[in-house]
């Protein structure tokens, strides 16, 4: 028999998850301290749970957890547009949560046999060292001024089309929430949205331009980076 929870709000023990991540106070299974890029994946479940609340018109508790619950969050996810790669990351956070109460007593499932697909990709990926590397070369101003572009795309993620669009005017799609600045952008070619935490990276990066910076074609840019 589960002891009653000192959590009930699903949202308010999301928030304190995280604080306590950031803090050191919550460590991951190996006993060590969680990562910022994943703190930033439970930032945006925060963020996509928030939204699935004021779909439902109500905070949602512990107590109404079960598999279907969870389907119904993968469905609300799916319904904003997102890719199966973004759903499926959220969801894994949504399940750890769920394992994380379930360990106090909070929840009564700890989202075992949920499974969500995920799309193949052929990206190629930087190392940090590599994008340190790169930004760190003698650059002309538009080189500068590319490698820039080009680092604001790794941080977030964003296609090319999106990242042209969000870069044009960056503020516009730029939002607050809980204190934390979150990427809200729809792709124009997709249809898909995006919504992203901001980090230090790509805000030094958009302090230096003054919140608008250089467009040039997808075509220009990698072969501007390959040389």
Same mark, same amino acid.
Request: charged residues 25%; positive net charge.
């Given at each position: 028999?589960?002891?009653? &929870?000192f959590?009930?709000?699903?949202?308010? #023990? /999301?928030?304190?998850? +995280?604080?306590k991540?950031?803090?050191g106070?919550?460590l991951?299974? *190996?006993?060590?301290k969680?990562?910022?890029?994943? +703190?930033?994946g439970?930032?945006? =479940?925060?963020?996509?749970?928030?939204?699935f609340?004021?779909?439902?018109?109500k905070?949602l508790?512990? $107590?109404?957890?079960?598999?279907?619950?969870?389907?119904a969050f993968q469905?609300? @996810?799916?319904?904003q547009?997102?890719?199966?790669?973004?759903v499926?990351?959220?969801m894994?956070?949504?399940k750890?949560i =769920?394992?994380?109460?379930w360990?106090?007593n909070y929840?009564?499932w700890?989202?075992?046999?949920?499974?969500? &697909?995920?799309?193949?990709?052929t990206?190629t990926? @930087?190392?940090?060292e590599?994008i340190?590397?790169?930004?760190n070369?003698?650059?002309?101003?538009?080189?500068?001024? +590319?490698?820039?572009?080009?680092?604001v795309?790794?941080f977030?993620? @964003?296609?090319?089309?999106?990242?042209?669009? #969000? =870069?044009? $005017?960056p503020?516009?799609?730029?939002h607050?929430h809980?204190?934390?600045?979150? /990427?809200d /952008?729809?792709?124009? *070619?997709?249809?898909?949205q995006? @919504?992203i &935490?901001?980090g230090e990276v790509?805000?030094? +990066? =958009?302090?230096?331009?003054?919140?608008?910076?250089?467009?040039?074609?997808?075509?220009y840019?990698?072969?501007?980076l390959k040389n």
């Open positions: 028999v589960k002891s009653s &929870p959590f009930t709000s699903i949202s308010a #023990f /999301i928030s304190s998850q +995280i604080t991540m950031e803090n106070m919550v991951t299974d *190996k006993g060590v969680y990562s910022a890029e994943t +703190i930033r439970y930032e945006s =479940l925060r963020v996509h749970f928030a939204k609340e004021e779909e439902s018109g905070e508790n512990f $107590n109404e957890v079960g598999y279907d619950f969870a389907l469905a609300h @996810l799916t319904a547009g997102l890719a199966k790669n973004s499926s990351m959220v894994s956070k949504f750890a =769920l394992k994380m109460a360990r106090k929840c009564n700890n989202g075992s046999g949920l499974k969500t &697909p995920t799309e193949r990709t990206q990926y @930087l190392s940090m590599e340190k590397k790169l930004r070369a003698e650059l002309s101003k538009t080189e500068r001024q +590319i490698v820039d572009a080009f680092t795309q790794i977030t993620g @964003l296609r090319y089309d999106t990242l042209t669009k #969000f =870069l044009k $005017n503020l516009a799609y730029i607050e809980n204190g934390k600045s979150y /990427i /952008i729809i792709s124009d *070619k997709t249809g898909e995006s @919504l &935490p901001v790509v805000q030094g +990066i =958009l302090r230096t331009y003054g919140g608008e910076m250089r467009i040039f074609t997808e075509q840019v990698n072969r501007m």
